[in-house]
């Protein structure tokens, strides 16, 4: 015997929303341990939402979320980064400091990141000025810069929370 079933929009709230949001949280850990690219992990948890809830809204929030992940990101690099260069901090001087983060990392597990950073930071600056106060200055202005810019990560994030909170009760 054949029956005939309604068919219905799928669950928006369902296992592919947990993993979702638990990749999300992850990014959001992400952003505040930067091991991992935590916003983009946050964009990809709504992809996955997406993809597992479908339709026009589910799409809707996803691009919604993109155009949000590329205005963060765009200010993320235009407004600390032109702070940092207006103060003579070099973008060698953040690669040494990566460096000294990853160094610090393995030394002292967790607390060696950003320790190693601020050292990596301070001698890279030490080596290009040979003065103390001037590198220390530099050093200073390069964690003002890396804060903003966690900052701005984090504000983007939570706006793309909100926005894919609202797309999961509209659906």
């Known amino acids: 015997m ?3 079933a ?3 929009a799928p669950d928006p709230i369902g296992f592919g929303l947990v993993v979702a949001v638990a990749i999300f949280v992850v990014g959001v850990l992400g952003i505040v341990l930067p091991v991992l690219p935590g916003l983009l992990l946050c964009v990809g948890a709504v992809l996955l939402w997406a993809i597992d809830t479908g339709g026009t809204l589910a799409w809707a929030t996803f691009g919604v979320a993109l155009v949000l992940y590329l205005i963060g990101v765009s200010l993320q690099l235009l ?3 032109r702070r940092m260069k207006r103060e003579g901090v070099g973008g ?3 690669v040494l400091g990566v460096v000294g983060a990853i160094i610090g990392l393995f ?3 967790l607390l060696g990141l950003p320790i190693g ?4 930071i301070f001698a890279a600056e030490y ?3 040979h003065e103390l106060d001037r590198a220390w200055s530099a050093t200073k202005s390069a964690l003002r810069g890396v804060l903003h810019s966690m900052g701005i990560e984090l504000t983007t994030a939570l ?3 909100i926005s894919w909170t609202v797309g999961i009760l509209l659906h």
């Open 127 to 129: 080596l290009r000025f």
């Open 117 to 120: 950073f601020v050292a990596g």
């Open 2 to 4: 054949l029956t005939l």
């Open 6 to 8: 309604a068919q219905t």
């Open 107 to 109: 030394v002292i597990p």
């Open 79 to 81: 407004i600390p980064g």
């Open 159 to 161: 706006a793309i929370a």
């Open 92 to 94: 060698l001087t953040l």
